[in-house]
């Protein structure tokens, strides 16, 4: 049986995640991360190529023989890897685990995925997208609705595109500031202002070919960088899986009323889509509305729910691309996962990077994901804002959070900072 070479790229706590499951296929030949981090080379190659650098990626695709190529991030997916590949005929037998630009535009463009939405009748709030020219009628239609007001810059902004302003007047100064000053530059070139759904949030995810979908575990991640869910957005400081208050009933919900209508609109529309699906989803009354759309698997909640996935991941992937995923039957670990991220002091503003971590070793009741981390000489060292993951499965939500919680504090380098509440809020579940 011929084994398969496979590139993955990006350079996160998600990237470490998938090629530490990938690792464990008896079908894999050789595993390439590009550019990856100190975790992602115990587990596989590391190569020094950008994600968004679609030349030298060919160059090494076909110098190393690549069967399958897996996108991690969002900017090479929006950027049309997939394409690139498909429009070259050297490239185009490729396999590729990411959509093409016009899927991709789910996640590219908040005011695309929310048209898509209506016309496909899948459940989400009220919005509607203004620019720089429309200001005076996005500050009317904000007069309109009831406080909180969220603010959303169309394009992509590393998950901190998104603001709830509790006043009317500070969402009049933040449309003025997203679309007149552009905050979040290009992103905010045209920005969405929604109705604000009251609910508890959490993340479902499938992986489709298009026709066929498997749907993967829940989770629940926490945006915000402090305890209670106070502060700044961050790209995520810890998931949860399962989510306690979304049980069997309210996901076949989410199947039925969101997932099997979105994979049934892209074919409608005539957008081939090959990849993960992520649905950010609020839970009002039991039943799920769509906050967004991403067109990869998030992070952290990649850390929570690759480790309860039974299957051989690279089997799922192999069964997307042949068109046989109806075929794969998923097996989940029935236990808890609870992540708990560790970041620079500072993050997500400032933060210092190149601080040396110890007690890697030490950690042995837990999973670690670097996400934000690179090697010099014999240390590992933090090159990001969030630095490390911590992952524990246990058989109930306490013990998960307790572990993680005490494996985290193993970890050290100067400034550390993580919080100690993740997941605290679902004990009541």
């Known amino acids: ?80 890897i997939h394409d690139y590949f498909l429009d070259d005929e050297l490239l185009k037998n490729i396999s590729i685990i990411g959509p093409q630009k016009a899927g991709a535009e789910l996640e590219g463009s908040k005011d695309f995925a929310k048209q898509f939405m ?63 000053n552009q905050k979040f530059g290009k992103a905010s070139e045209m920005v969405v202002i929604e109705e604000f759904l009251d609910g508890i949030e959490l993340s479902a995810f499938a992986i489709t070919n298009g026709h066929e979908y498997l749907v993967l575990p829940e989770a629940k991640d926490y945006k915000r960088i402090g305890i209670g869910d106070t502060g700044t957005n961050t790209g995520g400081m810890g998931s949860i899986s399962p989510v306690p208050f979304a049980g069997k009933e309210f996901m076949q919900k989410v199947e039925n009323r969101v997932i099997k ?24 009354k039991d039943d799920p509305f769509v906050i967004e759309y991403n067109v990869r698997l998030g992070d952290p909640e990649t850390e929570s729910i690759l480790p309860r996935i039974k299957n051989d991941l690279l089997e799922i992937f192999l069964a997307t691309a042949d068109g046989n995923l109806s075929k794969i039957k998923l097996e989940t670990d029935e236990r808890t996962a609870a992540c708990v991220m560790i970041v620079s002091g500072g993050y997500p503003g400032g ?29 590992v060292i933090s090159s990001g804002g969030r630095v490390i993951a911590v992952t524990t499965l246990a058989d109930d939500l306490n013990a998960a959070i307790v572990q993680s919680l005490e494996s985290a504090s193993q970890i050290t380098f100067e400034d550390a900072y993580f919080r100690s509440d993740i997941g605290k809020d679902l004990m009541q579940y």
Request: hydrophobic share 40%; glycine share 12%.
């Open 351 to 379: 933060y210092a990077k190149g601080k040396v971590i110890t007690g890697l070793e030490t950690v042995d009741k837990s999973l670690v994901f670097h996400a934000g981390t690179s090697s010099i000489n014999a240390n």
């Open 261 to 284: 209508p979105t994979v049934e609109g892209l074919r409608k529309d005539g957008i081939p889509y090959q990849g993960f699906l992520f649905f950010g989803l609020m839970n009002v």
């Open 118 to 180: 209506i016309r496909h009748g899948i459940p989400t709030g009220a919005y509607q997208t203004f620019t720089k020219d429309t200001l005076t009628e996005g500050i009317a239609f904000l007069k309109t609705l009831n406080p909180p007001y969220v603010l959303k810059a169309d394009g992509l902004a590393a998950g901190k595109g998104v603001l709830i302003c509790k006043t009317l007047r500070e969402a009049e100064v933040e449309l003025t500031e997203m679309l007149a």
């Open 1 to 80: 049986m011929n084994k398969t070479n496979v590139l993955l790229i990006g350079h996160g706590g998600r990237e470490h995640a998938i090629a530490w499951k990938l690792s464990q296929s008896p079908l894999l030949n050789q595993l390439y991360i590009s550019p990856g981090n100190a975790g992602t080379q115990a587990v596989g190659t590391n190569v020094p190529i950008s994600g968004n650098d679609f030349e030298s990626i060919k160059k090494f695709v076909l110098e190393k023989k690549i069967d399958l190529v897996v996108v991690g991030p969002e900017d090479p997916l929006v950027l049309g």
